[in-house]
């Protein structure tokens, strides 16, 4: 059925929107690597759940174990109240894009998101309806007769889009979808796949590498690390509220400044503050510190100087050198910093607010 959106698109409706999938205790082994481990994970029917980390870490792993592409050594993977851990690829009613679009060269556009109802034996009548329905949702209606190459790589991925909804799946899976298009094309795309999903109401798992991706456009946000979830967030919490050093230093930029933890608080830059999270044992602690968390002045007797200063609209990036070799950035509102040129001397001191600590690593 198809129904008018706000944003004057159609509103193809999905055969079963919103279903929920779990991930129980699952292990995956390529010889002595250990790609899952033990993974626990579940998601809300209707959710956009990113799972983020480094190369390695088991994410792109997990996507295929959901879709049936990676047999589990162990665990058991749920949609809705069904097992599929044994299910084959083609029985588990998922839809994927790839970081390559895999389009047929020699197939016309609308034949390309068609394909996957051809399969399926649906009659040519409903193929070219459908396909030209969410052709017109992901605003391509016009390249319909059009072939692969004829088309931008942006273009050729909302192709490949529509092509994973035509069959009206379960769950939506995109591994790094946006990986191989420019900086410009990827925010737009980024932009239509979350209102794609929001319209249509898919539960929906997008693996990147990409931070600012992965916040944007998740309603939660899962960074894993060495094949277990080092924390499962809101990307508000994420961002603010990090569970451990790991996820504080991968999502963002953070500053790591010597510090001293003593009787529950830490003390850094020359003030005091309380520690935000399970602290270790008292003595040098290194604090992990987001440059719009410090606060810079220009001051003749301070102790940093500024190197360099990056303008970024609304905002400036200020890159301060402190004593003892340790360097910090710092985000300040652009209006306010006319005096923050390299060379000045400069204070920086920590917002008032709970500091994040971590162990400070043992030399080598």
Do not use: W
Request: aromatic share 4%; proline share 7%; glycine share 10%.
């Amino acid at each position: 059925m198809t129904t008018a959106s706000a944003t004057g698109r159609p509103h193809v409706s999905t055969a079963q929107p919103g279903v929920a999938v779990r991930l129980e205790n699952l292990t995956r082994r390529f010889g002595d690597v250990v790609a899952l481990d033990g993974l626990d994970l579940d998601i809300a029917g209707g959710e956009l759940l990113a799972l983020l980390g480094p190369s390695g870490c088991g994410k792109t792993t997990a996507l295929r174990a959901i879709a049936g592409f990676e047999r589990p050594d162990a665990g058991r993977v749920l949609v809705g109240d069904r097992d599929v851990t044994d299910v084959p690829v083609s029985k588990r009613d998922m839809g994927m894009v790839f970081q390559a679009y895999s389009l047929f060269p020699n197939l016309t556009v609308a034949d390309n998101v068609a394909y996957g109802l051809r399969v399926r034996g649906r009659g040519r009548a409903e193929r070219i309806a459908r396909a030209a329905e969410l052709l017109e949702l992901v605003g391509l209606a016009d390249r319909a007769k059009r072939y692969p190459h004829q088309l931008s790589g942006g273009q050729q991925q909302r192709v490949a889009l529509a092509r994973a909804l035509a069959v009206a799946p379960k769950v939506l899976l995109l591994d790094e979808p946006l990986s191989a298009l420019d900086a410009q094309v990827r925010v737009q795309l980024r932009e239509e796949i979350r209102r794609l999903q929001l319209e249509l109401g898919i539960t929906t798992v997008f693996v990147t590498h990409d931070q600012a991706e992965a916040l944007s456009v998740a309603d939660r946000v899962g960074v894993m690390r060495a094949g277990r979830l080092e924390q499962v967030a809101s990307p508000d919490e994420l961002y603010e509220r990090p569970a451990t050093a790991f996820v504080a230093e991968f999502v963002g930029t953070m500053n790591r400044v010597p510090a001293t933890l003593d009787g529950g608080a830490v003390q850094l830059l020359g003030a005091r503050r309380p520690v935000a999270g399970a602290a270790p044992a008292t003595g040098p602690v290194v604090a992990l510190v987001r440059p719009e968390s410090l606060l810079v002045t220009a001051d003749p007797a301070g102790p940093g100087r500024v190197v360099t200063r990056t303008f970024s609209g609304a905002t400036t990036r200020v890159l301060v050198a402190l004593p003892d070799g340790v360097e910090v950035r710092v985000d300040v509102a652009s209006t306010g910093s006319a005096d923050l040129v390299p060379g000045a001397t400069v204070r920086v001191t920590p917002a008032e607010r709970p500091v994040l600590v971590a162990p400070v690593e043992p030399q080598p």
